[in-house]
């Protein structure tokens, strides 16, 4: 148990660099195991929990998968020739399903838990399976894990994919990559870390086009080798600096960003009131004032993302007026705005809607980390509130950052950690 204790009242003030996308990287880490010849070498990947997880179950399913310096991996997956996921490590973050995608390719056979993650709604799982099916495997759930198996190699064919789901696009494109004959996705998920998919598929000799839009052919390969690719940033954790910069009254530069990536949320920023200027690879946020109520419906992208929803309504729990905020992606989203509340937040949840009655004041209080993102909308009402915060459970919130405190701390917030949960407040 890890313990995040949050001294508010501090404007952030400062430069901060995002590492490497999450998303992406689950996802291209994975599709490095589809490779039967050669090294795949991976710049910008972040040290996140669910990377570490992930690295250590390729390497129980036969590849080499070593850190050569901070952000580089390097995978070796021509010995990949085990079929069955390692469970208990599986069973803990929602990247592991991509591994269905990946075995079905390569081996024909695969084994893989229930996948966990974070307790934020229904992700169906039933997408990817039927996916799998319509490519020809049989695939069923028993005791707690999914198992998979195709006769020969999976045939390729035009699927539809449910509310243009980000992991079923991911794990039917890993799939469809050796498969015989073209996949034809269409209502495909269009997020950025998919083209950034895409595009490594397509350095290891794969055919897939159309990436980034609601219609990816992929035409399957025989073999596929090890390639070179960088992760894009993550724009998640840049929109989460954005508007820690916003709750706090502060100025804040954040680096080493794709501002395209980032549209709809700038936007939704300037609407409550910041001032942002941004260039080829950063991102400038000023707010000097209390911020204004805004509304946000949460969107497949380029929509609004709902890894970004709790975030926003932190920042929106401060505004002058009444925010509306709705959930469309996932259900049972706002679980986060019970802890919310205890910092003096007045919110309101009707069904998949939040109505945000804005106070000029939170104070500080215990509060407790459910999910990445909602946890990170605790730490920045905490930056924003008087006196201290404290935030049990925050390794739940490194499964998505690495070391936010650090980084907040360089731009002058007052955090410090604990590795053992204590029962006082400061």
């Not at 998920?189 to 159309?210: C, I, K, Q, S, Y």
Request: glycine fraction near 10%.
């Amino acid at each position: 148990m890890a313990q995040l204790a949050i001294e508010g009242g501090h404007p952030l003030r400062g430069e901060v660099a995002v590492a490497g996308s999450k998303n992406s990287a689950l996802a291209i880490l994975v599709a490095a195991g589809l490779a039967q010849e050669g090294v795949s070498v991976l710049d910008n990947v972040p040290r996140y929990t669910d990377i570490q997880d992930l690295c250590q179950i390729l390497r129980e399913l036969g590849a080499v998968v070593e850190w050569q310096h901070h952000s580089r991996l390097v995978v070796e997956a021509e010995h990949l020739d085990r079929w069955r996921a390692p469970y208990a490590l599986a069973r803990k973050l929602r990247g592991s399903t991509y591994l269905l995608g990946l075995l079905l390719a390569r081996l024909g056979k695969a084994e893989v838990a229930f996948p966990g993650g974070c307790p934020i709604g229904s992700r169906p799982i039933d997408f990817h399976v039927r996916g799998f099916q319509d490519l020809g495997a049989r695939v069923g759930l028993e005791h707690g894990s999914i198992f998979g198996e195709v006769s020969g190699r999976l045939k390729g064919r035009r699927l539809y994919v449910e509310r243009a789901s980000f992991g079923t696009t991911v794990n039917l494109m890993i799939a469809a990559t050796l498969a015989e004959g073209t996949t034809v996705l269409e209502n495909a998920a269009m997020e950025p870390e998919v083209v950034d998919l895409a595009n490594f598929l397509n350095a290891m000799g794969a055919r897939v086009r159309g990436a980034g839009t609601g219609l990816v052919r992929i035409e399957g390969v025989d073999r596929l080798h090890g390639a070179h690719h960088e992760i894009i940033p993550d724009r998640l954790e840049a929109g989460t600096y954005l508007m820690a910069g916003a709750i706090t009254r502060g100025e804040v530069v954040v680096r080493q960003v794709i501002p395209e990536h980032l549209r709809t949320v700038l936007l939704k920023l300037e609407q409550a009131g910041a001032t942002v200027v941004e260039d080829q690879d950063w991102v400038r946020l000023t707010m000097d004032r209390r911020p204004q109520a805004v509304d946000v419906q949460t969107l497949p992208y380029p929509g609004f993302p709902t890894d970004l929803q709790p975030q926003m309504v932190a920042l929106l729990s401060l505004a002058e007026g009444v925010s509306v905020v709705q959930e469309t992606v996932f259900e049972n989203r706002f679980g986060y705005t019970h802890d919310l509340a205890r910092l003096g937040a007045h919110i309101q949840i009707d069904r998949e809607t939040a109505i945000v009655r804005g106070t000029d004041r939170l104070t500080g209080a215990p509060v407790e980390a459910g999910d990445i993102r909602g946890g990170a909308a605790l730490v920045l009402a905490g930056l924003a509130a008087e006196g201290w915060t404290v935030v049990d459970r925050a390794e739940v919130i490194d499964r998505g950052y690495h070391a936010l405190e650090r980084k907040l701390n360089a731009l002058g917030a007052v955090i410090t950690r604990r590795e053992e949960a204590a029962h006082a407040l400061l």
